[in-house]
């Protein structure tokens, strides 16, 4: 059965870099800080800051909860990432989705100061992304490319085939693989044949938000599974996007929870401190 692509060494090693960093700036009068912008009374949301927020806190970093409420009108939540982009001692801003009827994300994400977008939200970033240049990539798509580099699976001209295309996870995985030399296919939710395409991949990377949608007839023999799917359980806890018979025939598949998810983390603790580290040079 598939070998197991666990995140946590990953997501350990990258918290005491950030724990290292994020000490050093403390020390010289500059202690980083990262603010998230909450308007959602979602629980797997809510749960999901509590944890950015506990990570945050073990590894030196200042983390403010801004929570307007569910029922913030779209000039709140605008003006408080203003605010927050112009304080000074506010080095990370993120804003967590879902968000209240009529609010986009990506136009809000626009008033986010792109050198404390750390979890590439403003379109200025994916942009960016798109054309090769420096900036925050989306932790969730970044930490995609962290695993499988960690695990040493090579990119280089092999086919990777993402399932998904939003512009927080697919569309920015798709790039970063791209400027990998990876042969990149993205699938979606009008893809015809999604197991006739998702057969032909070397790499397979699902971000649907649909629990067990890939199921082993998507899966060549051998194939590395990246599923980044957090889906609830009826247990309580989180299930992703492969179903778990797929281990059978994939040659390596990452767990959920213990996958993508604490690399991500860990990530956007350390887009938090870099962003510090920048904003107090200039
Ligand atoms: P989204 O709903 O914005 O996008 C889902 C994408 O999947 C869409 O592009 C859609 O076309 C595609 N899709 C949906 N159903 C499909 C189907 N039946 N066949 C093929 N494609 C289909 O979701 P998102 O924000 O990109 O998140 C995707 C998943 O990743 C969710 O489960 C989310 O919870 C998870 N996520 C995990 C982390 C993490 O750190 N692990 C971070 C962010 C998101």
Same mark, same amino acid.
């Given at each position: 059965?598939?070998?197991?692509?666990?995140?946590?060494?990953?997501?350990?090693?990258?918290?005491?870099?950030?724990?290292?960093?994020?000490?050093?700036?403390?020390?010289?009068?500059?202690?980083?800080?990262?603010?998230?912008?909450?308007?959602?009374?979602?629980?797997?949301?809510?749960?999901?800051?509590?944890?950015?927020?506990?990570?945050?806190?073990?590894?030196?970093?200042? %983390?403010?909860?801004?929570?307007?409420?569910?029922?913030?009108?779209?000039?709140?939540?605008?003006?408080?990432?203003?605010? +927050?982009?112009?304080?000074?001692?506010?080095?990370?801003?993120?804003?967590?989705?879902?968000?209240?009827?009529?609010?986009?994300? @990506?136009?809000? @994400?626009?008033?986010?100061?792109?050198?404390?977008?750390?979890?590439?939200? =403003?379109?200025?970033?994916?942009?960016?992304?798109?054309?090769?240049?420096?900036?925050?990539?989306?932790?969730?798509?970044?930490?995609? $490319?962290?695993?499988?580099?960690?695990?040493?699976?090579?990119?280089?001209?092999?086919?990777?085939?993402?399932?998904?295309?939003?512009?927080?996870?697919?569309?920015?995985?798709?790039?970063?693989?791209?400027?990998?030399?990876?042969?990149?296919?993205? %699938?979606?939710?009008?893809?015809?044949?999604?197991?006739?395409?998702?057969?032909?991949?070397?790499? +397979?990377?699902?971000?649907?938000?649909?629990?067990?949608?890939?199921?082993?007839?998507?899966?060549?023999?051998?194939?590395? $599974?990246?599923?980044?799917?957090? =889906?609830?359980?009826?247990?309580?806890?989180?299930?992703?996007?492969?179903?778990?018979?797929?281990?059978?025939? @994939?040659?390596?598949?990452?767990?959920?929870?213990?996958?993508?998810?604490?690399?991500?983390?860990?990530? +956007?603790?350390?887009?938090?401190?870099?962003?510090?580290?920048?904003?107090?040079?200039?």
């Amino acid at each position: 059965s598939a070998i197991s692509l666990s995140g946590k060494e990953l997501a350990a090693s990258l918290r005491a870099r950030a724990k290292e960093a994020a000490d050093a700036l403390t020390a010289a009068g500059t202690p980083p800080r990262l603010a998230v912008v909450v308007a959602t009374d979602d629980g797997s949301s809510l749960w999901y800051v509590r944890s950015i927020a506990k990570a945050a806190a073990k590894s030196g970093i200042v %983390c403010d909860v801004v929570d307007l409420g569910a029922d913030a009108t779209v000039a709140e939540i605008r003006r408080a990432l203003e605010t +927050l982009s112009a304080d000074d001692t506010v080095h990370g801003v993120i804003l967590q989705t879902p968000l209240p009827e009529g609010a986009s994300a @990506a136009d809000l @994400a626009g008033t986010i100061d792109p050198a404390k977008d750390v979890d590439g939200a =403003n379109p200025a970033s994916l942009g960016r992304l798109a054309a090769r240049l420096p900036a925050f990539a989306p932790a969730t798509a970044e930490a995609v $490319v962290a695993l499988l580099d960690h695990h040493e699976v090579p990119l280089p001209g092999r086919h990777v085939v993402v399932v998904g295309r939003s512009t927080v996870v697919g569309v920015p995985a798709a790039h970063l693989l791209l400027a990998r030399d990876a042969t990149v296919s993205v %699938c979606h939710s009008r893809t015809a044949d999604l197991p006739g395409m998702t057969r032909r991949a070397d790499v +397979l990377v699902v971000a649907a938000g649909r629990a067990g949608l890939v199921t082993a007839g998507h899966v060549a023999p051998g194939t590395v $599974v990246v599923d980044v799917g957090t =889906n609830p359980a009826g247990d309580g806890g989180l299930v992703g996007d492969v179903a778990p018979e797929v281990s059978e025939v @994939a040659g390596a598949l990452t767990p959920v929870p213990g996958g993508v998810g604490p690399v991500t983390t860990a990530l +956007l603790l350390g887009h938090t401190v870099a962003a510090a580290a920048h904003l107090t040079q200039r």
